[in-house]
């Protein structure tokens, strides 16, 4: 690298504060921990998301069957010896322990090295899902290709620990473009998300939510900082490119593009004279890329038509059946309290409290791993606080927030359209099934938002208060971290 | 302009780092709930899935003395609120119900403890399932004579406070987690310690930061 470049990249990382890598590193540990303790492919789809890693790496193509029981001999006999679907869902099955389960999982794994891997071609629920990070963990693949399938996992699992720092260090860069003024705060929302056990979680199995968090974030800075900056050439290209990664890593992301899309289009209408056009010219020039890219990768075959839209992947299929308004009613009750006229489509289930507030609580391994229930109720009292502390900072700050109109519905967009879509997906499967995909892992690309939220609570405990509430918060958030580990192990290894 | 001068954060830190100690103190201290009976369904099937109102009795029961809480193999996604009723002829024993929104194969539903064990006795429970269905999961009807509905026996479970704490059985975790990984050993639960050591480290590191 010439001298000149090495200085740029200093310059580049060197502006970042050295409390936002602090954030990131905590996010990477913690992450990793949670790669510990949850046993191999105990994270949700995680065999199906393993699978398809392993079919990139045995063929360099992408799965093309969605078939989820076959998985290749060596997956098949790992998942076998650890007793996956013996422990999966039944929370009374600890993890192996004993050492005629442990011989018997060597032997399995022994065996597996010793047969020839052969590519099947099905990756279950992942099959549709975009290469991307199924590409970036082939280099921990690679890695371990001595080692047996666990060992190849735990590589992968690290990869994703990484991730979930990149998605604290933008959430730091976030909040610092969109709650300028008090830094401290800054520090206390970013170290909130890094302390998240649901990302630690998520982030320490091999899923491509890992890096979809991490894009998700990043999308968020970006746009906070065109807001606050203005809209350039440059800007314009870190968008395209963070919407471009997004769409490469999980389809989720699409459920961003409306609010992305509307505050282009404010930033765009703040520009005036030459800067509107450069920004103009910057988005056409940005958008026949990204088209270009896309029509390579298609015909290449790097990328498949059945990827951009298959009927095996699940969030795609969201246009379904039924009237509009049924759906609508069913996603408005998906995530919020019934409104009268509405036909109740959850009967007995307050779905804000008990599938979004409950899960981000605490709901780990394959949906099975929870706290007794007076945890979830006694939750209420501090999330109850910190809300009331977040609107007191919203209020004392309404001036600035109405000089920022078009800034604050571009992100309620970006959160309402990851809503829609979730919504969406969760539609197809009623009136049989009310409420699939209500995990509350799919709100984790929101993450940039709830630590807005942690940091505004911080600020509107007061300048005199602010940075004890803030402490406060981290311990808070830190206790929660510890016992959701707790859960974890005692469920499996207790 | 300087801050107006608040509580020292040092102190704050302190305390609820404390705090957080004791509770994690008191939590191990308890101890983990352990099957005390069961109806020793052996290899157990699902043989229903039922949606709507449900409600079944199985007779031919036996409730220990201090069982803290009923497990039944019930599996569902969104699964309903439940309610368990335990009966000796006609007399109520205990009863327990819980909240909908579960997700398993299996239900806990917490009951009040009984002083004395009750053999023969019948364990009914309810749900209504309007759009998520529930699986039964247990043993095909023909094997035993009581049965949920008239075509299985549900698994059920009596559990009960363990007479181990937690801190008495950290050796036995520790080394269960040793095994069924990736480089299985002993390194595992120092890692983690040193590791969980190093996060509180930071945030304290962050914490005591926020004033300047």
Not at chain 1, 94 to 113: H, I, K, M, R, T
Not at chain 1, 174 to 200: D, Q
Not at chain 1, 324 to 330: P, Q
Not at chain 2, 108 to 134: D, G, K, L, M, N
Request: one cysteine or more; proline letters at 6%; a positive charge.
């Amino acid at each position: 690298m010439s001298a000149t470049g090495a200085r740029r990249l200093r310059g580049v990382f060197g502006c970042v504060p050295k409390r936002a890598w602090l954030c990131a590193l905590v996010a990477c540990l913690n992450a990793t921990c949670w790669s510990l303790i949850t046993p191999p492919f105990q994270v949700p789809d995680e065999p199906d998301h393993y699978a398809y890693v392993e079919q990139l790496a045995l063929t360099g193509k992408p799965p093309s069957s969605s078939a989820i029981t076959t998985y290749s001999s060596d997956e098949a006999l790992a998942l076998q010896g650890l007793g996956t679907y013996r422990v999966r869902l039944q929370p009374e099955h600890p993890a192996v322990f004993s050492q005629a389960q442990q011989e018997g999982l060597e032997a399995d794994l022994a065996s597996a090295q010793t047969t020839p891997v052969r590519a099947t071609g099905a990756a279950g629920v992942a099959t549709g899902e975009p290469p991307l990070y199924y590409a970036l963990e082939l280099i921990p693949y690679e890695l371990g290709a001595g080692g047996t399938v666990l060992d190849r996992l735990a590589l992968m699992r690290l990869m994703s620990a990484l991730m979930a720092g990149l998605t604290a260090l933008f959430v730091f860069l976030f909040l610092r473009e969109s709650l300028p003024g008090v830094s401290w705060a800054w520090s206390v929302g970013a170290m909130a998300i890094a302390l998240t056990p649901m990302l630690g979680f998520m982030s320490g199995g091999v899923t491509p939510e890992a890096m979809l968090y991490a894009v998700s974030a990043a999308a968020f800075f970006c746009v906070a900082r065109a807001f606050r900056r203005g809209l350039t050439p440059r800007r314009v290209a870190m968008i395209v490119t963070v919407i471009a990664l997004g769409m490469l890593t999980k389809l989720n992301f699409v459920g961003l593009l409306p609010g992305l899309a509307f505050g282009v289009v404010v930033l765009v209408k703040r520009r005036h004279g030459g800067a509107r056009v450069a920004a103009c010219r910057a988005l056409a020039v940005a958008a026949a890329a990204m088209l270009a890219l896309a029509l390579a990768a298609l015909a290449t075959g790097a990328v498949r038509h059945s990827q951009l839209g298959s009927p095996e992947s699940s969030f795609q299929n969201v246009t379904g059946h039924g009237s509009l308004f049924g759906r609508v009613d069913y996603i408005w009750q998906f995530f919020l309290p019934r409104l009268p006229g509405m036909p109740n489509d959850f009967p007995g289930i307050f779905t804000s409290r008990q599938i979004w507030f409950n899960g981000l609580v605490g709901l780990y391994g394959w949906l099975d791993t929870t706290f007794p229930n007076w945890v979830y109720v006694a939750a209420l009292i501090p999330a109850g606080a910190l809300a009331l502390l977040a609107i007191r900072a919203l209020f004392a700050g309404r001036a600035a927030l109405r000089s920022r109109a078009g800034e604050l519905l571009t992100y309620v967009l970006m959160a309402a359209g990851l809503l829609i879509l979730v919504g969406s997906a969760s539609y197809t499967g009623f009136p049989q099934i009310a409420g699939a995909y209500a995990e509350s892992r799919y709100l984790l690309p929101l993450l940039a938002l709830m630590g807005g939220a942690v940091a505004l609570a911080a600020r509107g405990a007061g300048r005199r208060w602010g940075p004890t509430v803030g402490v406060a918060i981290l311990v808070l958030f830190l206790a929660h971290d510890i016992f959701s580990q707790l859960q974890v192990i005692a469920r499996y290894y207790g | 302009m300087n801050r107006p001068e608040g509580p020292r954060v040092w102190i704050v830190l302190a305390l609820s780092l404390a705090l957080l100690a004791l509770a994690i103190g008191v939590t191990l201290s308890g101890s983990p709930a352990v099957v005390a009976r069961s109806n020793a369904v052996e290899a157990p099937v699902q043989f229903e899935t039922v949606t709507g109102p449900f409600g079944a009795c199985q007779g031919n029961e036996t409730l220990p003395a201090g069982a803290t809480a009923i497990r039944l193999s019930l599996d569902s996604v969104l699964g309903p609120k439940i309610k368990v009723r335990v009966l000796q002829g006609k007399r109520l024993l205990t009863s327990g119900e819980r909240g909908s929104g579960w997700t398993a194969a299996d239900v806990t539903i917490p009951v009040r403890p009984v002083s004395q064990t009750a053999h023969s006795v019948s364990v009914c429970f309810e749900f209504v399932a309007r759009y998520e269905s529930v699986g039964l999961t247990g043993e095909q009807v023909g094997a035993r004579q009581s049965s949920a509905r008239g075509q299985g026996l549900v698994k059920v479970e009596y559990l009960e406070p363990g007479e181990r704490s937690w801190w008495s059985l950290a050796r036995t975790v520790a080394s269960h987690m040793t095994s069924g990984r990736a480089w299985p050993g002993v390194w595992v639960v120092p890692f983690l310690a040193a590791t969980m050591g190093a996060i509180v480290l930071c945030v304290c590191w962050l914490g005591l930061r926020l004033e300047r």
